[in-house]
Nanobody, 124 residues
Framework: QVQLVESGGGFVQAGGSLRLSCAASGGTFSTVVMGWFRQAPGKEREFVAAISWTGGTTYYPDSVKGRFTISRDNAKNRVYLQMNSLKTEDTAVYYC?????????????????WGQGTQVTVSS
């Protein structure tokens, strides 16, 4: 069972950038699909990005494609989310998640383990 801890959230102005980090421990990090999700007040948890075991395949919804980049460093047991050109609608609590499977997934129910979340607030 892997444990996940997010960090790097904070306040940023629209158009700015932020880099989130997720530290993993207690499991075989290199053999899990990693994902990022976000949840704004009153809304359901939303898929943001996912990355395969080796980092060779990534997935993004249209809402963040071209602005966000997910990456992983298996030697350091970390996954990152680089967020550029931030918009006010990106404001949410961001969660990293692990999926012990080979196939990627976009539904929260498909992920096994979750971090505690980190708040990202984008102001105009």
């Amino acid at each position: 069972q892997v444990q996940l801890v997010e960090s790097g959230g904070g306040f940023v102005q629209a158009g700015g950038s932020l880099r989130l980090s997720c530290a993993a421990s207690g499991g075989t990090f290199s053999t899990v699909v990693m994902g990022w999700f976000r949840q704004a007040p009153g809304k359901e948890r939303e898929f943001v990005a996912a990355i395969s075991w080796t980092g060779g395949t990534t997935y993004y919804p249209d809402s963040v494609k071209g602005r966000f980049t997910i990456s992983r460093d298996n030697a350091k047991n970390r996954v990152y989310l680089q967020m550029n050109s931030l918009k006010t609608e990106d404001t949410a609590v961001y969660y990293c998640a692990a999926r012990r499977a080979k196939r990627g997934a976009t539904a929260p129910r498909e992920y096994d383990t979750w971090g505690q979340g980190t708040q990202v607030t984008v102001s105009s």
